[in-house]
């Protein structure tokens, strides 16, 4: 099982043009996506997260649901769902503005332990920025890792949300030793200052680079490099596509046997081509319909 820990929230996404467009509610947040796509690609996944006892919240949870997630261990509360207002550029490309203040997910608590059939946690996104919960998922993270189970990151950088942001690379850099797969979009490592092999010298065994549709390249430890081009499509939105990646990635690893530090370390050339060009499909497919709509797997086959 992979179980995905962060956030869940609602996307209010403009239905047309201008600053007064109609907003449609979405599901949405980085691990919710992330955890979406990985139960559409038949992978067992359980939602480790605090949602809402409002409707966005029972929506959320429903979504995740229908996708064959596990979400028996999902945490509720009173307090209202964090929205996201999306704005939807020329390219297709979306940036966000956030309404946190006093939300649900912020109060997660960790877990004392994991389900036993775990085998990787996902981590990423506003969860490991707005405290308290970020210092909760941070502990689990290293639990985790302790524990010898392969851990995941994308810290999917929303600039507008972190106050300090020498503070948030100092503490990016500390969990490092505590990931397995680091997967970081080109902004993102713009963002942080710091380089793939930088960050691989920390802890990591291979660091994933995304870069919209010009594909994705993987470092790896042993000084392995790959790249694949992106697929084309006609972009209705990018929104969800880099965790479609996130999901695609997880899903191919374990598919190939890979869910270790040691079977990452053999995954080799091929099998990270592979992997690579299945990711970079899955998130074409993301990125050719409205919204955070990841693939289901009889809609890209095998890895």
């Known amino acids: 099982m992979i179980v995905v820990a962060g956030e869940a929230l609602i996307d209010l996404v403009p239905q047309g043009p201008g600053a007064l467009a109609a907003l449609k509610p979405a599901p949405g947040g980085g691990p919710y996506n992330t955890a979406l796509a990985l139960g559409r690609l038949g992978s067992p996944t359980a939602f480790c997260s605090r949602t809402s006892y409002d409707a966005f919240g029972e929506a959320l949870l429903d979504g995740l649901r229908r996708a064959g997630v596990e979400v028996a261990g999902v945490q509720r509360g009173p307090e209202p769902t964090t929205l996201a207002v999306a704005t939807i550029d020329g390219d297709g490309s979306a940036s966000y503005s956030f309404h946190v203040d006093g939300t649900a997910d912020r109060l997660f608590t960790a ?62 850099a500390s969990w490092l030793p505590s990931v397995t797969l680091l997967k970081v979009s ?117 890895v």
């Open 186 to 302: 080109a902004e993102d490592a713009a963002w942080l200052g710091g380089t793939p092999r930088e960050w691989l010298a920390e802890g990591p065994s291979a660091v994933v680079v995304t870069r919209g549709g010009e594909g994705l390249t993987v470092y790896t430890r042993d000084g392995g490099e790959c790249s694949v081009p992106g697929e084309k499509v006609d972009v209705v939105d990018t929104i969800g596509a880099g965790d479609t990646v996130n999901a695609a990635l997880l899903h191919g690893l374990s598919a190939l046997g890979a869910l270790s530090q040691e079977a990452l370390a053999a995954l080799g050339t091929e099998g990270w081509a592979r992997l690579l060009r299945f990711a970079a499909r899955a998130a074409a497919i993301t990125c050719s319909r409205a919204g955070a709509e990841p693939p289901y797997t009889d809609e890209l086959g095998d």
């Open 111 to 172: 877990p004392a332990s994991l389900p036993a059939e775990t085998r990787a946690v996902s981590f990423g996104t506003l969860s490991l920025v707005l405290e308290p919960g970020a210092s909760a998922y941070e502990e689990l993270m290293r639990r985790a890792a302790g524990q010898g189970l392969f851990t995941s990151l994308d810290p999917n950088i929303r600039a507008g949300l972190i106050p300090d942001a020498d503070a948030y690379r100092e503490r990016f």
